[in-house]
Structure formats: C-alpha cells, structure tokens
C-alpha cells in the first residue's frame, strides 16, 4: 500500500540535538558601585595615613638618637675639661670665717675675680652653678679645651652671624653643679662652710678636705620646644 507524504514544515535555522544546550546571551561587564569605591578609598587613605605615621615616627627617633649623642658629646667634653683640676684654688683655696654672731662664710668658692671665661678657671669649685650655652652664664657649649663649639648646616659649613662671626650651637646647654660630700657616702651633702672635728675615730676636716661631687647636665631646646628638655646626666667624684 503506498502512503502519500505531507509536506511538513521545515526548521528556519540548523537542526539541533535535544541535548545541545542553547547559549546564553554574553552578560554586560559590571563597573564598581559607588559604595565600593568609596570603602576602596578610605582603605588607601588608610594605609597612606600609616606610612606617613610610621615615617614621621622614624623621623623623630632619628632625631632623638642624634641629639643624645650630641648631648654625651658635650657632656664627655666638659668633664675633660675639668679632669686634671684640683679641687680649689692652689693658692687661696677655701678660707672659713666665722663672724661676730657665729655663722661662717666661706671665701674662694666659684670664680676668683680675674677668672671671667671658661679658659681661665684653674679648679673644679669655679665651674660650681656654671650654665655654658642657652640661658647661661656663660657663652657656650664649650669643648675640652674651653673653646666655644660653633653651629654647622648640614653641609658642614660653620654658620656666622651677619658680623662674620661663627655662630654657636643653638639650643644646647652645658649646666655644671658642684657639691661637697661625705667621704664615706658620697649621697651626703655637705654645705660650702661645713667644717668636722675630730670624735671618736673620725678625723678632723678643715673646709677645703672634702670630696667633690660633680654633675654635668646637657639641655637641648629645639625650635619647636617650649622649654629645653634633659638629654644627658653624668657624675662624678673629686676625692
């Protein structure tokens, strides 16, 4: 028997298998919101922020170290200069008089008349409440040789005044005090016109026969400071 075929529709497009998935369309490319740029920004500002910090902390710890060891210098430099002194004046040393109404002053501690510099100061109780430099008594820092230490840029020029003159170093201080001890502990102060007799088995001492004790204090003040600060301490004993 023959059967007549019908005319069928055909397909528009390329006959596909059941299991051939159709592609998807390409999705549109996503930019940033504008919440996510704003928390992108304050995480960089956030770590530009740390850098700076951190760089400025290096800066002043940079600086500090500096200044201390500038201020051992000037400290270790005063202390020469004053090594090989005696304690007082060879020739008036400390002289005791007692007055009508008993008290007793003592002549000889500090400078002598004709001592007016650094360089001319002969004994250790001349330097007694010197200030060397900034606010001081005396023009300064000095070095080991009494000559005043002068500023320099940073490359290493010597900086002068509009007269020509070298300028010192700005900021810093050379502060000496000079105390009378107990020979047998140097943590007892005795004051300038203290005298012992002999009791028991202590020996008699005169004015002039105690041990000295010597501190020199460096202060720095920066341009930014509102008050010099304390950079470095150092003690010793004049027996």
Known sequence: MLHTLRNLPLAAGPLRSAATPTPRPPRARRGFTLLESALATVIIAGGVLALIDAQTVMSRANNWSTQAATATYLANELR????????????????????????????????????????????????????????????????????????????????????????????????????????????????????????????????????????VTVNYMGPLDAEPREMARIVWIVP
């Open 80 to 215: 020469e200069r004053m090594r090989t002194l005696p304690r007082h004046d060879a020739v008036t040393g400390l002289i005791a008089t007692t007055g009508p109404s008993g008290a007793v002053t003592v002549e000889g501690w500090g400078p002598e008349e004709n001592e007016v510099n650094a360089g001319d100061y002969d004994d250790i109780d001349d330097f007694a409440g010197r200030v060397f430099g900034l606010g001081g008594t005396n023009a300064g820092p000095i070095d080991a040789n009494s000559r005043i230490i002068t500023e320099v840029d940073e490359a290493g020029n010597v900086l002068t005044s509009e007269e020509g003159v070298a300028v010192a170093m700005q900021g810093w201080s050379q502060a000496v005090t000079v105390e009378k001890v107990e020979p047998s502990n140097f943590s007892v102060v005795r004051a300038v016109n203290y005298s012992r007799s002999a009791t028991g088995g202590t020996p008699a001492l005169a004015v002039d026969q105690f041990p000295l004790r010597v501190t």
